[in-house]
């Protein structure tokens, strides 16, 4: 007998370790025995209405007191709610017929089978609340930078461990290109997101999130961590480059030297983080005329047109100045329409007495959307796609033929 009671108090016990290692509230964790109990009580007596059940967290045990119906002895039809008046006695020896008598239960005497019963259910309430606390923490922790060691790494994911031993994944599309970690490499992230299947938290970390790029802004510029500088507006393509436009409202402050500190120290390390991402910072306008400018540059522009109601930009620009303005690989102009929310056409500004015709007028033999997808490049006249480079005429990922067939007739316009 005293085996099993010595199995009841040191499961509870055990449970209540557990509660220390994973962070389960003691008042939570009470209630959880206190449901566990009931609930084998239910099973093994059709109800648990009757039933009182104390809890002794500092005892690490549990009382139960089943509550019955002082009746005579003849006349008990449920025993499980009745006691007749000679047993009642042997436990209240003033008792009388039609008053309760509380009769104290010992866990142990209801069986092995009831006790593996409290087990299972116990691990299985704790496992789900467990499982909603890591839900709610990182769903609360969505958009921060956390800190994971690298446990193992397989083909399109890795699993980071924290410091609290949960696991963090991170696919292969949420690192940055020349990212590359060895197992107990400690890896920094933001959490994207938390999936949460059948009940089954994956919490989701990623490096190229443009939270991730922001929140490192925060932790090394103390301007951005105070609010005395407000970042506007984000764009990166990860592992090249990224434009970031930040503001303030004290003019005493340099929004972009401050970000960028003496010589680069603050942007440094936020570029090494990154895997040497290039990070342009901008001063951050109302005046879109203004921001596409500036999120152009190093280009100089010489005239653009603004529709503001399909978000378009007609920038004009001085031969010399296109390559700039697309930049390598198209990275500028890419970056530039993401951070403004506009479409950025880039055309080579034509001089006096030069010959050049937009894209568009070539729409009857070219089909519209190679002449789009060489307009994203910022390529719109005819002479801008003849003098751009194989490299660049690359970034519009068309076939051999379709390219040799807008040469030819753009060729074609301009012979004698």
């Not at 009388?96 to 309430?125: M, P």
């Not at 894209?359 to 519209?368: A, P, Q």
């Not at 040469?407 to 301009?414: G, H, I, Y």
Request: hydrophobic share 40%; with cysteine; charged share 35%.
């Amino acid at each position: 007998m005293a085996k099993k009671v010595e199995t009841v108090n040191n499961m509870v016990d055990q449970f209540a370790e557990f509660k220390e290692h994973k962070n389960i509230d003691k008042t939570t964790l009470i209630s959880v025995l206190e449901e566990s109990f009931r609930n084998v009580i239910a099973k093994q007596f059709g109800s648990d209405e009757n039933f009182d059940v104390i809890m002794n967290p500092d005892k690490g045990d549990c009382e139960i007191y089943q509550n019955l119906v002082v009746v005579a002895d003849d006349a008990v039809d449920d025993p499980k709610k009745q006691i007749g008046i000679t047993a009642a006695r042997e436990i209240d020896p003033e008792c009388e017929i039609g008053e309760d008598v509380t009769k104290r239960l010992y866990f142990e005497k209801f069986g092995r089978r009831a006790i593996l019963n409290l087990r299972q259910t116990l691990q299985s309430k704790i496992l789900d609340l467990q499982k909603d606390a890591i839900y709610s923490k990182f769903r609360e922790l969505e958009g921060e930078v956390i800190a994971g060691e690298v446990h193992q790494i397989w083909k399109k994911e890795m699993l980071l461990i924290d410091e609290e031993q949960n696991e963090l994944i991170m696919p292969k599309e949420e690192q940055i290109p020349g990212d590359f970690f060895h197992k107990g490499d400690i890896v920094r992230a933001v959490v994207k997101r938390v999936d949460n299947p059948n009940n089954n938290p994956k919490v989701i970390v990623s490096r190229t999130d443009d939270r991730f790029l922001r929140r490192l802004f925060e932790q090394e510029v103390p301007e951005v961590h105070d609010g005395l500088i407000t970042i506007k507006a984000v764009a990166r393509i990860p592992g090249k480059r990224a434009k970031i436009a930040v503001e303030s409202y004290d003019d005493r402050i340099d929004p972009v030297g401050a970000c960028v500190g003496i010589k680069g120290s603050r942007i440094h390390g936020i570029v090494r983080e990154l895997r040497n991402e290039n990070i342009d910072v901008l001063n951050y306008t109302a005046n879109p005329s203004l921001f596409i400018q500036r999120a152009l540059s190093p280009a100089k522009i010489s005239s653009i047109r603004i529709n503001e109601e399909e978000k378009k930009a007609e920038v004009f620009l001085h031969p010399e100045e296109v390559s700039l303005a697309i930049g390598k690989e198209g990275l500028n102009i890419r970056l530039a329409t993401m951070i403004t929310g506009y479409t950025i056409d880039v055309y080579r500004d034509i001089q006096e007495g030069e010959e050049d015709i937009y894209l568009d007028e070539f729409r009857d033999e070219i089909d519209g959307w190679v002449i789009e997808a060489l307009k994203d490049l910022g390529l719109g006249t005819a002479k801008a796609v003849l003098n751009a480079s194989p490299e660049t005429l690359a970034q519009a990922d068309l076939e051999d033929e379709t390219l040799e067939h807008v040469m030819q007739v753009l060729n074609a316009e301009f012979e004698d």
